[in-house]
């Protein structure tokens, strides 16, 4: 958990203008995704170690505190950085690889009820843009880019690009 916590911490420092000391005390304190980062990472300690209550409990206090979902049974490997986390969704076993970005809205879900262990796994460095949707037993490539509101249900190789077309524009009649 420390090791993770302190690559995630290491990511926010790179990014950061402030002091060092400052910089992790106002993330703490006025971030909702790092400190969605942070409850996650204890909440799959205590899941990882099977003690009871106290995992899923952190994990709702995330959902309160920062409106953000992560499943404490999710992997998700160092240096995730959730800029504008309200609204993400994690499900219990997604798998997300190290340094990866997500931005406010995304979801890594099952297709559907009966299928709920069928989550996406995530490679490393991957952009995972406002409101997008990975749905299911997927694999997304390291270093893929995934669009604002593209909703993926395939395998993405490494280092592409999923965008949605842009809407035809019509001018009034």
């Known amino acids: ?4 916590l302190r690559q995630d911490i290491q990511r926010l420092r790179a990014i950061k203008s402030k002091p060092y000391p400052f910089m992790v005390l106002e993330s703490l304190l006025l ?7 942070v409850l996650f990472r204890m909440a799959h300690w205590f899941k990882s170690r099977r003690i009871p209550l106290l995992g899923p409990l952190l ?9 953000v979902e992560i499943a404490p049974g999710a ?7 959730i800029s504008h986390g309200m609204g993400i969704v994690v ?3 997604a798998t997300i690889g190290s340094g ?23 490679g490393d460095d991957v ?5 997008c949707r990975l ?3 997927i694999q997304v490539g390291d270093g893929s880019f995934i669009g604002a509101n593209a909703v993926v249900a395939q395998d993405v190789p490494a280092g592409a690009k999923v965008v949605v077309p842009k809407p035809e524009i019509r001018p009034p009649r």
């Open 31 to 37: 971030e909702n995704g790092f400190q969605a980062v």
């Open 91 to 93: 499900g219990q076993w």
């Open 127 to 131: 952009f995972l843009a406002a409101g």
């Open 135 to 137: 749905i299911g037993d």
């Open 59 to 67: 994990g709702r206090l995330s959902i309160l505190l920062c409106g």
């Open 1 to 4: 958990m420390f090791d993770n």
């Open 100 to 122: 990866c970005t997500m931005m406010h809205q995304v979801t890594l879900g099952a297709p559907a009820t009966a299928k709920l262990d069928q989550m996406p796994t995530v």
């Open 75 to 81: 992997k998700i490997g160092p240096g995730l950085l």
